[in-house]
C-alpha cells in the first residue's frame, strides 16, 4: 500500500542516512560549535565532541532556523499528502519551536509538528515505528495517536560522569547536580515524557549496568521488551550491558544504537551510556 504520509525529522535522532534515504525521510540538521568552530550533526564524527570534551574545549549547539524546516517540508509534500515532523524534546532544544515557526509560515495544515517528548534512541525507535505504521496505509491522524500511545510506553535511563555539563546547559538544576555527584558516585537519571529526574545513585559502573538489566526485568512482566543502548564514550561498557541483557530471555528485542548524535553527546557529556526502554 503507497504511503501517503511524508516524515521529517532532526538530526538528533541519529538516523542512518541510507535508512532516511530508503525510507524517503527529510533529516534537518542541527549544528555543533567547537571553539567558535561550525560542524553540521550527522556529518561530524563523533569522536570529534569526545576529544573536545575531554580537552575542555568550548562546545555548543545551535538548532535549525525555520527556513530549513520549510524546506524539508517542501520536498516531502512533492510526494506525499501529508507530512509529519519529530522533534526532539522542546524541553530539551528550541528545534520544536523553530519547526512550529517554519509551519506557521507556509501556512499548510497538512502539516504536523509533533514533540517526541524525548531523544537519541528513544526518538530513533519513534521514527521507525511511525515509518512502519505509515507504510501500512494510515493517514496522519491515525499515526499521530498512535506516536502519543507509543510515547507513553517508553523512557530514556542513562548516567554520565558529572552532570555539570546538564546543568551548565540548563537540563538539570544544580541541587540535583550536587547531590549526584557526590561521594564519587554514579547518578542513575530518567528522561520521560519531557522530564528529566535524577532517579537512582549507585556506586561504581557494575552497579550502573545492574540497575539498567533490573529495570528490563520489571518491564518483563507486561510483555515483550524493547531496548536500545546508546553512549557517548562507553562502548565496552554498552557491549557488556547488551549481553547482560540478553541473557534475561526471549521476550526482549535488545541491540546497541551506537554513539550518541555529536549535539546530545556535547550536552550529556563524557561517561555518558544509556537505554531506551519499552514495553512494545
Known sequence: MKRTVGLVVDSTFGMNSKYAKENNISVVPLKVIIDGREFIDGLIDSNLVVDALKNNKSVKTSQPSPEHFMQAYEKQLINYEEVICLTISKTLSGTNNSANLGKTIMENNNIHVIDSETNINGAMYLAEKVIEFLDEGHNAKEAIDYLEDLKNKGSLIFTVDNLQTLVANGRLNRVQAVIGNMLKIK??????????????KVRSPKNVILYLVNEVKKLMEHGKVIVRIAYVDRSVQAKELEHEIYQLGENIDVKITGVISPVISAHVGLGGLGIYLANE
Open 187 to 200: 547518578p542513575i537519571l530518567r528522561f520521560r515524557k519531557g522530564v528529566l529526574d535524577l532517579e537512582h
